[in-house]
């Protein structure tokens, strides 16, 4: 497996061999992780999570836990979502290498990001995120815990509320080893403090929860949708990554997350609109026609809260 995936992207085919499914409840038994970390490209790598809803049964890993070995330290991105969980994947890091891991990232304010940030403390590793995560963080920590703590139960001991150590607005960069290492905001997009990780000299983007594709994306009340689509067209894209490792699901390319992202909230913000045109009301706006999307993990539990969201922004637009 870690010999095929760069073979993979370097070929530009992005046809991986086992697609991510909600229907496989654990694909590495023997670890808290969901499945084993992969290397993608030379010195950088993914333990992809789960494109279902956090469970007892993927341990909370239903996002991409990643990290690159730069050659002088590792560096995190995520700080998952159990002390227990961070802890695996640092087990899995010193399997691969004997560089301490430098620094973690966390790609947003949400517990899968989080909450294992205080077992990352604990071993003295400076934490950066958004301005706008670590508010998150500071509001909501304790809910997002306890939220965690009942489907996690015994696998959320250790955890604790922990915050960045380090915050930034819009640019925070690192140079380490053979990586030039960018943590990026953007603009407004799915949640508060949504960073990516732009690597440059690879042309790789960690993207975190700026792009999805193998499950579908889900709109919260303070996701407003045409600033993520400006966000979209103004500064992500732009980037011109050739590699895009989502938040959830496996890695590929920039077409293919555009596909099912940008083009699903235009679509949804089309099929609204016109519902809105012809005088409907927001019981009826649940059920607009999303069958395009309807082969997307997590479609049944996401796609009518979409719709139902997008329907209360536009209302007012």
Known sequence: MRGLFPVLLAAHCFVLPVQASEDIADKYPQSLLYDKPVEFIPGVFSA?????????????HNNNLSF???GDGVVVINGGAAYGLAKALHDEIRAITDQPVKLVFNENGQGHAVLGNSYWAEQGVPIVAHVDAAHEVETYGASILESMERYNRDQAEGTKVQGPTETFEETYRVEMGDFAIEALHLGPAHSPGDIVIWLPRQSLVVSGDMAFHERMLPIFEDTYTADWIETWDTAFEPLGATYVIPGHGHPTNMAQV????????????AQIAAHLDAGGGLAEAYYVDQSPYAHLDTFEELATKNAGRVFEQMEFE
Do not use: C, S
């Open 258 to 269: 555009r596909r099912y992202t940008r083009d699903y909230l235009v679509y949804l913000r």
């Open 48 to 60: 992809i999570g789960a494109t279902a809803p956090p469970t007892y049964e993927n341990a909370g």
């Open 68 to 70: 690159i070995v730069t």
